[in-house]
């Protein structure tokens, strides 16, 4: 069975994101959508982002135009997340996260989860040091609910 570390992504920039160099560091992955009603969530993943990134914690975002509420190209979605969020955190090329043409990583996330299917932009899987997933939480979980188990995470070496 694969684990976390065998998945790579392409960054917005056009880099590789290789899951190799986040070995040993708690890692939120959320799907997101700039122009979806959770979008100010992307506040409070970047503050997270921000005061715990020291830690060994990481934060990927993978846009998602699935549910019809991304901006059309990867610069208009950074520079859209930069001006209006501040987000500095890696984010992908935007990915499909149901069906056939799928992102390999969610197929993955999905499967370790046991939840099925993504029903909405911002849903968020925290992996911990060891790169297995703690847990996966809906949209309309505030990031800031989800600290205290990253806190615990980055405690556990």
């Known amino acids: 069975m694969a684990t976390i570390y065998d ?3 392409t960054e917005m920039n056009g880099g590789r994101i290789d ?6 560091n708690v890692v939120l992955i ?3 959508a700039s122009k979806c009603g959770f979008a100010p969530q992307l506040e409070v993943i970047e503050a997270l982002y921000r005061k715990y990134h020291a830690d060994g914690f990481e934060v990927l975002g993978l846009p998602s ?12 979605i950074s520079d859209y997340c930069n001006a209006h969020y501040g987000v500095t955190f890696p984010m992908t090329s935007k990915i499909v996260v149901n069906g056939d043409d799928e992102d390999p990583l969610f197929t993955y ?9 993504i029903k909405w932009n911002f849903t968020k899987f925290l992996i911990g040091r060891d790169g297995e997933l703690i847990d996966r ?8 609910k989800i600290e ?9 070496k």
């Open 137 to 144: 939480y809906a949209p309309i979980t505030k990031p800031e």
């Open 30 to 32: 959320v799907n997101t």
């Open 19 to 24: 899951f190799q160099d986040y070995k040993g």
């Open 109 to 117: 996330l999905k499967d370790v989860s046991g939840h099925g299917r």
């Open 7 to 9: 998945f790579s992504e």
């Open 65 to 76: 135009n699935q549910f019809h509420q991304e901006l059309g190209s990867n610069r208009e």
């Open 148 to 156: 205290p188990f990253i806190i615990a995470a980055l405690d556990k």
